[in-house]
């Protein structure tokens, strides 16, 4: 199995910014895609950022283009996700999500989540 953890999340202050880290730990495996992911209250998950593995050619969403940055340390197993410029609407809960191939099969993975509020 591979788990991930992630952490940071907080409180902050429109136009503040904080850094989410995703550690990955478990079982070794081959890195097929990592990124992040969001869920409102009241609303769907939706696609913030991925980062297919061994790429430096993260993709972003466009509400968050330009603000957020995802970057990965190979030698940690964690990903980051750099978030600047925060407004009230990136209030949400933060996942990680992991692609990665085992014996030729694909699987994903979530992480807990990490609690993200912007206060106006």
């Known amino acids: 199995q591979v788990q991930l953890v992630e952490s940071g999340g907080g409180l902050v202050q429109y136009g503040g910014s904080l850094r989410l880290a995703c550690i990955i730990s478990g079982d070794t495996f081959t890195g097929h895609m990592v990124g992040w992911f ?67 099969i694909i699987y994903t993975t979530w992480g807990q989540g990490t609690q993200v509020t912007v206060s106006s």
């Open 38 to 104: 969001r869920q409102a209250p009241g609303k769907e998950r939706e696609f913030v950022t991925a980062i297919p593995w061994g790429s430096l050619l993260p993709y972003y969403a466009d509400s968050v283009n330009d603000r957020f940055t995802v970057s990965k340390d190979d030698a940690k197993n964690t990903v980051y996700l750099q978030m600047n410029s925060l407004r009230p609407e990136d209030t949400a809960v933060y996942y990680c999500n992991l692609e990665y191939w085992r014996n030729g």
